[in-house]
């Protein structure tokens, strides 16, 4: 079962959180405050990290940043207000995806096994271990993709990808060439059921681009479709 | 001076002003003068006109009779009495050649008893000055010198020309009055040109004076057209919002008091806007930060539901009754903030439109799939209707229809999506239900926050903001959306969304939306009171 690491501020949201989760099996550290999560994490070593926006002292977009610089472990915020500019700042400080309180724990349950089902399993659905022998590692301009491994390089060097980021590319990948609207993608790439939050979409692709193109603003790998969505190449 | 009725004008229409007042307000002003200055001219002139002419003539007249009566003085005594007509005659032409200078015509006439000579005769002669005419006496000056016995003069017009008559009764050297008379007519011409000349110079004195007038006047109308001007322009500032805008206060006079009480008027009205709009945005910041706090512990209560129900079945009744309860308000408690939340953002401006391009029928029918409503509505969703909309909102408008059918109406609800006609870029989403439709009071309120169609209503349909929070997303879209009652029966609800949004992903400010146009199909059911329920809504919503 997965390990969860909660930080919240309000202690009763804490409880009532921490209470619903460890029902369903997880393991639950929860801290008050920012500064708190970042000592319990390497501790603790959670699987996923479940973070208020509205902290006091550093608040959710600086722990998010602070706790990407240096793992790759999904991130869910939790934030009061689904307010835009909340949530795109959440989301380019690198988190996978958010939850609106108030959530009922099988809301929280359902974001979380999507977020960790990103890459615990290859774009194709099937498992890694029933493919024999070591998986081909792709080869796309300058970009090594081993979907087995879950490893994209660059020139010889492994890329730190988010989880969503991760998953996002190796879906595009997968078909190369092919368009994928906002609304396709979310719903593979995020598991939103329907009418999902299509800037989920945009930012994470914002943060791949910074991470595998030469030139961000002029994407060779993830191309923009105006209007569609967006595809992998063609280089 | 008649002065024209003035015609109060009515309040100018603010944008792009209205010359017509300036116009009119000139051209009276501009009249006005002229008439004043054309009257003063023409009474001064006809004064002095009528002062010098009688002056002239009077002296000319007066040296004329003098003279005449010089002559007659001394030529009278020499006349034998009674005179022959040869005597006459030679006084006629002694006292003509004296008369020289003068060029009058002389008669002479002899009332009394004579040598063969005709009686009260007009004496006609050709005498020798180019201005002869026929000594016609009037009976009235006649009159006088004859029977009165005093001289007398009169001045007429022959032909245009005047003429100054003088009758001069001679007496005799005892005073007694004689029968002898002389008259002698001679022409004004030359004093008529002197007093011509003064006419034709107060003429070309009238010219430059009325154009100096209309000079005057316009300055005058400028003078008080430009504060008016400014004065217009500042209201016209004021209507649109600008309720900062002041007037120069210069002088003391009406137009100045006039600035002044403007000033004050400005300046109250801008207090009492600042006023009005701080308590509208304390109300709005209210409303927001109290759903807000609610959330927190609404945080708390939800993520625990999921316990209670579970745990729910394994307690006594009462008790499992009574958590099943506080679960279920729970969950509605927080439907309901979340959707005051969304009314809050909605009124402060910050709902956000994200577009996306989409399969409207699929979205449609994804809305159904989430909430488990496929069984429960029939739908028609022509596939490949493209749009670029923003699926999220599109949930919510076509959900809160749909679960608003199924509640109030009844089954079965219809979803149908109209394919744009070609030429326009405009769909339909419409939803109809099989109930007894609305009531036309309720209609027209229909989008009304928290209005309850039916006060007896269970209160568990909702939060009340369904409704209005579906149009308020229609609108975002600059689409519209209005309620009507089917012919055959059940209500219905027309979704009205343009293919392409303006403003893509701009946020929505609260004036961007079109007013909710009629551009309807034909054969659509009229439903002219659903507008007041879209006004109604959309006048809680705008500042």
Same mark, same amino acid.
């Given at each position: ?5 909660? *930080? ?58 602070? *706790? @990407? ?5 999904? *991130? ?21 995806? $958010? *939850? ?16 960790? @089902? ?75 059921? $329907? ?41 | ?75 009278? !005594? ?218 927190? !512990? ?137 109930? !007894? ?107």
């Amino acid at each position: 079962m997965p390990r969860v690491l909660l *930080i919240e501020d309000d202690a009763a949201v804490r409880d009532g959180v921490s209470l619903a989760l460890r029902r369903r099996g997880h393991e639950v550290a929860a801290a008050a405050s920012g500064e708190e999560g970042l000592e319990v994490l390497p501790g603790f070593r959670p699987d996923i990290v479940l973070l208020d926006l509205m902290l006091p002292g550093k608040d959710g977009f600086e722990v998010c940043r602070l *706790i @990407r610089a240096e793992r790759q472990l999904p *991130i869910i915020m939790l934030t009061a207000r689904g307010d835009d500019l909340d949530v795109v700042l959440g989301l380019e400080a690198g988190a996978d995806d $958010y *939850i609106v309180k108030p959530a009922r724990g099988e809301v929280l349950e359902a974001r979380m096994r999507a977020v960790l @089902r990103r890459t615990a399993l290859p774009a194709d659905g099937t498992p890694a271990a029933a493919e024999p022998g070591p998986a081909p590692v792709e080869t796309y301009g300058e970009l090594a993709i081993d979907r087995a491994g879950l490893v994209v390089g660059k020139g010889g060097r492994d890329l730190a990808l988010a989880p969503s980021e991760m998953k996002l590319l190796l879906f595009l990948s997968a078909t190369p060439g092919q368009v994928f609207s906002r609304q396709q993608l979310l719903e593979h790439v995020w598991e939103h059921s $329907y009418h999902g939050d299509a800037r989920l979409v945009d930012a994470c692709v914002m943060r791949l681009r910074t991470k595998i193109e030469d030139v961000p603003r002029s994407p060779r790998y993830v191309q923009t479709v105006r209007g569609f969505g967006y595809r992998f190449g063609p280089l | 001076m008649k002065r024209p009725g003035l015609r109060v004008p009515a309040l100018p229409r603010l944008r792009g002003g209205n010359p017509q007042l300036l116009r009119g307000l000139r051209a009276r002003l501009v009249v006005g003068f002229l008439v004043v200055a054309a009257l003063s001219a023409l009474t001064t002139a006809l004064l002095t006109y009528q002062e010098a002419r009688n002056a002239i003539l009077q002296r000319s007249q007066d040296i004329a009779v003098n003279d005449l009566r010089a002559q007659v003085n001394s030529l009278a !005594p020499e006349l034998p009495v009674p005179p022959s007509q040869a005597d006459l005659d030679s006084l006629r032409v002694q006292l003509e050649r004296s008369g020289k200078s003068r060029e009058w015509d002389i008669s002479v006439h002899y009332s009394g008893a004579r040598d063969g000579s005709a009686q009260d005769g007009d004496v006609r002669d050709s005498g020798d000055g180019g201005l002869r005419g026929d000594v016609v006496i009037p009976a009235g000056l006649k009159a006088s010198v004859e029977k009165r016995h005093v001289p007398a003069f009169q001045r007429v017009d022959r032909s245009g020309e005047p003429w100054l008559l003088i009758g001069m009764p001679v007496r005799q050297s005892d005073g007694r009055a004689s029968a002898l008379t002389i008259y002698a007519q001679l022409p004004l011409s030359a004093e008529e040109s002197n007093v011509e000349a003064l006419v034709s110079a107060a003429q070309r004195g009238a010219l430059p004076v009325l154009v100096l007038t209309v000079v005057l006047a316009l300055l005058a109308a400028r003078g008080v057209l430009r504060p008016v001007r400014g004065l217009r322009q500042a209201a016209g500032r004021i209507a649109e919002g600008k309720l900062d805008t002041r007037l120069e206060v210069k002088g003391a006079d009406e137009i100045a008091d006039l600035s002044r009480t403007f000033n004050d008027m400005a300046a109250r009205l801008e207090e009492s806007m600042a006023e009005l709009r701080r308590l509208e945005s304390n109300s709005r910041r209210f409303a927001a930060d109290v759903s807000h706090e609610l959330r927190t !512990p609404l945080a708390a209560m939800t993520a625990v539901t999921d316990v209670l129900d579970e745990d729910a079945d394994s307690l006594d009744p009462d008790t499992a009754s009574a958590v099943r309860l506080i679960s279920q308000e729970t969950g509605k408690l927080a439907r309901m903030v979340e959707d005051l939340m969304e009314v809050s953002r909605f009124d402060a401006g910050a709902a956000a439109l994200h577009l996306d391009e989409v399969d409207v029928g699929e979205t449609i029918r994804k809305t159904l799939q989430a909430r488990a409503w496929q069984k429960r509505v029939t739908a028609e969703l022509p596939a490949d209707v493209r749009a670029g909309i923003d699926p999220r909102r599109l949930d919510v408008v076509v959900a809160n229809l749909v679960g608003n059918a199924l509640h109030h109406g009844g089954e079965p609800v219809r979803v149908r999506l109209h394919a744009p006609e070609p030429g326009t870029d405009r769909l339909l989403i419409e939803i109809s239900d099989s109930g !007894p439709g609305i009531d036309p009071e309720v209609l027209p309120h229909v989008f009304d926050r928290f209005y309850k169609a039916d006060s007896a209503r269970a209160r568990s349909e909702g939060s009340g903001l369904g409704l209005a929070i579906a149009l308020e997303n229609v609108r975002l879209h600059g689409g519209s959306m209005r309620a009507a009652n089917c012919p055959e029966g059940g209500a219905v609800f027309t979704v009205d969304l343009p293919l392409r949004h303006e403003e893509a992903g701009e946020p929505a400010d609260d004036g961007s939306a079109d007013p909710p146009d009629e551009a309807w199909a034909a054969g659509e059911p009229a439903a002219d009171d659903d507008r007041g329920g879209v006004r109604s809504a959309a006048e809680e919503t705008h500042a």
